[in-house]
């Protein structure tokens, strides 16, 4: 095994790391272990949210990542990886090998996503005392949304304005559907329906990088949370102030 | 109670799917989320809200990583669809809606307490993670 080889791959786990959702201090962590089992010399590694540097005595990798998304499978298995690396269990070949069979994995079909969706909207909102019929309005509306923004993702529009959008359309369709008969109460279908798209992993990442020291991932990941947080109340909450002034005031 | 804690099973279990949790660790996502609104329920009984949320948050934290020792897999994969039920939605949406409705005196009050209760996750998340490993595998091992 060559330097560069283990740097590359290394880099590769970082990258994947990052992009599915793991910590900050998971991508050193990990790249720490895999690098020092393999070379004993000289290494360093600094990681920040948008990217890291890999630096194995000569040679130094840049890698940017732009594209984050939420994979907690990838993240587990590359952790199992790390693990049996360091233990010994499997050599670089192996892991190489291994690695190549997680970055392939693709998760759970877009449909199974959108009516697990629907499904916690759905049970979200009987947790805010809603009742049957909100529950239901709920559910249909979580579906919608989650597919929306997910083919929004795809067609890559920033984060920001598929969150804000995402707020929009849940009140939108909630209104709408109110107004079709079906639910009682819509402030709680609404704050049922926004619960799977707050950002709840990137606070609990935040307050990991911040545990560990690292403030400036952790400070970015703050903002990152409070930014789609405030995008989706806002979504939600301007549509439903429209709607109510524009039907005066019978929604 | 014991229906808003099946209600937080499913939605914690639901909620992890999003994030593409592995097929085997998907029901300890919805026990970690169980635990969550059972904790929060009876601490409730005897205090008040952001009480109640701290030591939920805490608890369920806890519980997280003893399933992250039991399983050999990241905290985070169980402590996001545990700490889902006690995030303040609810406040959040009703905070943006007032100030919008321009009714600042009510925007303030809502959206202080929401505030609370997101501190209050955030200290109970870190008061546990701030523990030593060890703490929780002897709990395994006993």
């Known amino acids: 095994m ?19 959702g793991g910590e900050t201090s ?4 990990t790249l720490t272990r895999i690098i020092k089992h393999f070379y004993n010399g000289h290494s360093e590694i600094f990681v920040v949210l948008t990217g890291f540097f ?18 907690l499978e990838k ?47 759905a049970f979200f909102t009987l947790l805010q005392n809603g009742g049957l019929s909100d529950s239901a309005n709920s559910f249909l509306v979580g579906a919608a949304v989650y597919a929306v923004i997910w083919l929004m993702r795809r ?13 929009v359309l849940i009140a939108m ?29 990137a606070v609990t990442n935040a307050l990991r990088d911040i545990i560990a020291g690292d403030y400036l991932s952790g400070g970015t990941r703050i903002f990152d949370a409070v930014v789609t947080a405030v995008a989706l109340a806002a979504g939600a909450g301007a549509m439903m102030y429209m709607l109510e002034y524009i039907s005066g005031g019978r929604l | 109670m014991i229906f808003e804690m099946i209600a937080a099973f499913a939605a914690a279990l639901a909620f992890a ?24 329920q009876t601490a409730m009984l005897i205090g008040d809200r952001s009480g109640a949320v701290l030591i939920s948050a805490a608890a369920v934290t806890a519980v997280s990583r003893i399933f992250a020792n039991l399983r050999k897999t990241p905290v985070t994969v169980y402590l996001i669809a545990g700490i889902i039920p006690l995030v303040p939605g609810a406040g959040m949406y009703h905070t943006v809606f007032n100030i919008i409705a321009s009714d600042y005196v009510k925007a303030m009050s809502v959206g202080i307490d929401t505030i609370k209760a997101a501190s209050a996750i955030a200290i109970g998340i870190v008061l546990v993670f701030a523990l030593p490993n060890r703490l929780f595998f002897k709990k395994i091992k006993k």
């Open chain 2, 17 to 40: 799917v999003i994030f593409d949790v592995s097929r085997s660790e998907l029901i300890f996502c919805g026990l970690a989320g169980l635990a969550a609104e059972g904790i929060y």
């Open chain 1, 155 to 167: 067609h890559s529009a920033a984060d920001f304005i598929v969150t804000f959008s995402g707020g």
């Open chain 1, 173 to 201: 369709l909630t209104a709408l559907m109110y107004t079709l008969g079906l639910g009682g109460n819509i402030n709680i279908m609404i704050a049922g329906s926004i619960m799977p798209f707050v950002p709840g992993l």
């Open chain 1, 75 to 121: 993240v587990s298995k590359i952790n199992m990886m790390s693990r049996d690396i360091v233990s010994g269990k499997i050599g670089f070949g192996e892991a190489v090998e291994r690695f190549e069979g997680i970055k392939q994995s693709k998760g759970y079909p877009v449909w199974v996503k959108t009516l697990s969706a629907a499904v916690s909207c």
């Open chain 1, 2 to 20: 060559e330097l560069k080889e283990l740097l590359d791959f290394a880099a590769e786990v970082g990258k994947c790391l990052l992009e599915s």
């Open chain 1, 54 to 71: 890999v630096n194995i005595e000569i040679y130094t990798v840049t890698v940017r990542v732009g594209k984050r998304t939420i994979n």
């Open chain 1, 26 to 29: 998971r991508v050193e962590d």
